[in-house]
Nanobody, 119 residues
Framework: QVQLVESGGGLVQPGGSLRLSCAAS????????MGWYRQAPGQQRELVAT???????NYADSVKGRFTISRDNGKNTVYLQMNSLKPEDTAVYYC?????????????WGQGTQVTVSS
């Protein structure tokens, strides 16, 4: 089992920055692919960024060049640095931990943190 707790959300003006954190506990953090997803009202949940166990990363086109995902395996924490925020970034942001060791798939979610970008 993995427990995920997000923090760092809030209200920010357009062009501002926020850093989200996701603290994980309960299993071997370094063996999990970590991701940030977001869901805006009336929209489907979408993938924002992924960081693999190797440290390689992947981003949605809408956030490339503005957001940076990172992980600290010593602190069991994954971060999402969000810069140049836009109103369309407003959403609930969720942390995800995933590990595939067939036939077992482990997939865990945090409770979400609200990010609101508005003047």
């Amino acid at each position: 089992q993995v427990q995920l707790v997000e923090s760092g959300g809030g209200l920010v003006q357009p062009g501002g920055s926020l850093r989200l954190s996701c603290a994980a506990s309960g299993s071997i953090f370094s063996t999990y692919t970590m991701g940030w997803y977001r869901q805006a009202p009336g929209q489907q949940r979408e993938l924002v960024a992924t960081i693999f166990t190797s440290g390689s990363t992947n981003y949605a086109d809408s956030v490339k060049g503005r957001f940076t995902i990172s992980r600290d395996n010593g602190k069991n924490t994954v971060y999402l640095q969000m810069n140049s925020l836009k109103p369309e970034d407003t959403a609930v942001y969720y942390c995800n931990a995933k590990r595939v060791r067939l036939p077992t798939v482990n997939d865990y979610w945090g409770q979400g943190t609200q990010v609101t970008v508005s003047s």
